[in-house]
């Protein structure tokens, strides 16, 4: 189906479209009302305002790719951990780092993380579940930060799976566990 926003295409089965633009190589984003037509081998012609696009809707395949999502910032009380700070409790950057010890002081903790897949940035989508704390994953849709406040002391495990622009999710979560130390009168 063409539009003045690009061409979508339906699947009945799940009910729902995915949209090409002029980011996905069509002549433009707006198509001309009524400049369709199907051929008899199956391809399809769309008229737009800087000429026409055409295809074969078999021939459309979805990106199966992996996404890779990685944390890449980490925030306590809303100040970036930097692997420079010297007061900072991080030995690596946020992407590398496996687990985080933070005091029980640092009652607010801001994980940002992003699909390193670009040629479609600001198409993923993410879920994030703080496992020991949030009940069920947490699907955030293009929203790319968590926050957690007043976590009581003990271990989490944070996880981001990710999915492409064709609803393809990753295989392996970007993962952290993060230990939320406990007062010294507690221990």
Not at 6 to 19: D, I, V, W, Y
Not at 21 to 49: I, M
Not at 74 to 90: C, F, G, H, T, Y
Request: hydrophobic fraction near 35%.
């Amino acid at each position: 189906m063409s539009t003045n926003k690009g061409l979508s295409r339906f699947t009945p089965s799940t009910g729902t479209f995915k949209n090409f633009t002029s980011a996905d190589g069509l002549q433009s984003d707006e198509f001309n009302r009524n400049a369709f037509c199907k051929l008899s081998d199956g391809t399809f012609f769309f008229g737009g305002v800087n000429g026409h696009n055409h295809f074969k809707p078999e021939e459309l395949q979805d990106d199966i790719s992996d996404a890779v999502v990685r944390i890449i910032s980490v925030k306590l009380l809303n100040r970036a951990l930097d692997v420079r700070d010297e007061q900072a409790p991080l030995d690596l950057p946020p992407h590398m780092l496996n687990d985080l010890k933070i005091s029980h002081r640092d009652n607010m903790i801001t994980f940002e993380f992003a699909n390193m897949e670009y040629s479609s940035r600001g198409q993923h989508e993410f879920q994030y579940q703080l496992i020991g704390f949030d009940p069920e994953p947490i699907l955030a849709g293009r929203n790319n930060t968590a926050v957690y406040t007043n976590l009581n002391p003990g271990t989490y495990t944070f996880q981001v799976p990710g999915r492409n622009r064709d609803g393809v999710w990753c295989r392996v979560s970007a993962t952290m566990q993060l230990t939320v130390l406990p007062p010294w009168w507690r221990t």
